[in-house]
């Protein structure tokens, strides 16, 4: 095939276009590996240490706290009911127990208590 000059520097114009695209293209592309490394040690040191199981360790302690505040919530409904008896309620007296009665362990001691000898004041006269 043979070409006129005009058709041939139509086509040294479209290879400098090319070209030019081509060296902006090699240029994202080392740009875009570039940042696809940095953002494999990323997820590499995130492996490291343990990041997903962190992450599902998070979703076990969400868990766990419902758990604790339902138990919390049973353990302050059976504390009040404890607290009641027939005089701040409407429960029967026969529901209240046995009392403790007051015991009193004070021994008394054999010792006489001491009692203060009054001496006799003297009067006398000096007149």
Do not use: W
């Amino acid at each position: 095939m043979v070409y006129s000059e005009q058709q041939y520097k139509i086509l040294e114009e479209k290879i400098k276009k090319l070209e030019k695209e081509n060296e902006l293209k090699d240029k994202d592309n080392k740009l875009l590996k570039k940042q696809l490394r940095e953002k494999d040690e990323v997820i590499h040191d995130l492996d490291k240490n343990n990041y997903r199981g962190k992450y599902e360790l998070l979703e076990e302690n969400a868990e766990l706290k419902k758990k604790l505040q339902e138990y919390e919530n049973k353990y302050n409904l059976a504390r009040i009911s404890l607290e009641k008896d027939s005089s701040n309620s409407l429960k029967p007296s026969s529901t209240d127990g046995f009392k403790k009665v007051v015991q009193n362990n004070r021994v008394k001691s054999r010792k006489e208590t001491r009692k203060r000898k009054r001496t006799p004041k003297v009067f006398t006269n000096s007149m």
